[in-house]
């Protein structure tokens, strides 16, 4: 007999803080109720999970509008964080431009688009390779742009990238750096104690910024989540990322192909501090706790979870 789909939501774009971690603000980007900026930094990456999860379109065009042609840089083509984050006080990075692409290019899919819109195709061929003061575009990064626009030569080379990078650098580096650092394997939330990687000794500190970091295994899953072509590489692509998993990562372990029990699955509860991006071990960097009380409308981070369940594993 088959399993019934896992329950989400309720979203509301119209949630009070004493009802969600997460909120839309009123420029249609996702926030949080957490200081000091309550999340405006990465609000593209909060719009892109709202879309995935609730469908709201609105915040994609939200997204969208905040890459434009600049008259005050020369007419320089330019992203920006959130409407309220001024470019040249906090530039965009590589993960904004991103997810930008991941909200836009699921949109076309879900709405049956046969060609890429106008504005996927604007931000990717007028973004040079210097996306902002403090970014540049990797090979991987733009082979994966451009494969978006259907271009199945880039989506070819951009797997050939991964595969290359995967086998001479991230993997060794990352079994390499976990055993000189001792870095422990995840446990699960309810056995977690907040440890954080500031407390220890700097030398774990300076490997774990060299070695393939959570939050780009995650992004990297959701690279390969909006891509159709070569499903053979693409597969081989996932299973070489599995060894970098942390054992309770049950997002990160869904989009790479593995399998995941449902009971961890139901009885996830939402946390600060972007638990899928992150770490439940003592390479933990950030102040990542379960939320108390738990938040009755927009969980993200759980109907993220619940989302990719019903997608990969009924």
Not at 29 to 34: F, P, Q, V, Y
Not at 54 to 80: K, P, T
Not at 98 to 122: F, H, V
Request: charged share 25%; hydrophobic share 35%.
């Amino acid at each position: 007999m088959k399993e019934e789909p896992l329950k989400r939501g309720p979203y509301s774009r119209n949630a009070t803080d004493k009802e969600a971690y997460n909120l839309v603000d009123e420029h249609g980007m996702g926030r949080t109720t957490h200081p000091p900026d309550c999340g405006a930094g990465d609000s593209h990456g909060r719009n892109w999970k709202i879309y995935f999860n609730y469908n709201d379109w609105r915040v994609v065009n939200a997204s969208a509008d905040l890459w434009y042609f600049s008259s005050m840089r020369g007419w320089e083509y330019i992203g920006q964080r959130h409407p309220e984050v001024l470019p040249e006080d906090r530039p965009i990075s590589r993960d904004h431009y991103s997810n930008s692409l991941l909200s836009l290019k699921l949109y076309e899919k879900r709405n049956g688009y046969t060609a890429p819109t106008p504005k996927i195709k604007e931000i990717v061929k007028c973004t040079g390779w210097r996306i902002s003061k403090m970014a540049r575009k990797t090979l991987s990064l733009h082979c994966w742009s451009h494969a978006l626009l259907g271009n199945k030569f880039s989506e070819l080379m951009y797997y050939l990238v991964e595969i290359f990078s995967l086998l001479l650098w991230y993997l060794p580096s990352h079994v390499l750096g976990s055993l000189i650092a001792n870095y422990t394997e995840e446990v699960d939330q309810s056995e977690w104690v907040r440890v954080q990687l500031q407390n220890e000794p700097k030398y774990k500190t300076v490997i774990s910024k060299i070695i393939y970091p959570s939050y780009a295994i995650q992004q990297a899953g959701w690279k390969l989540y909006v891509l159709e072509g070569f499903p053979l590489i693409r597969k081989f692509v996932k299973w070489l990322h599995r060894p970098m998993i942390g054992k309770t990562n049950y997002v990160q372990q869904m989009l790479f192909g593995m399998k995941v029990p449902r009971d961890k699955v139901e009885a996830y509860k939402a946390m600060k501090g972007g638990r899928w991006s992150g770490y439940l071990s003592n390479r933990n960097d950030r102040a990542m706790e379960v939320l108390d009380p738990q938040p009755t409308l927009n969980n993200i981070d759980v109907d993220t979870l619940r989302t990719l369940y019903n997608e990969t594993q009924l």
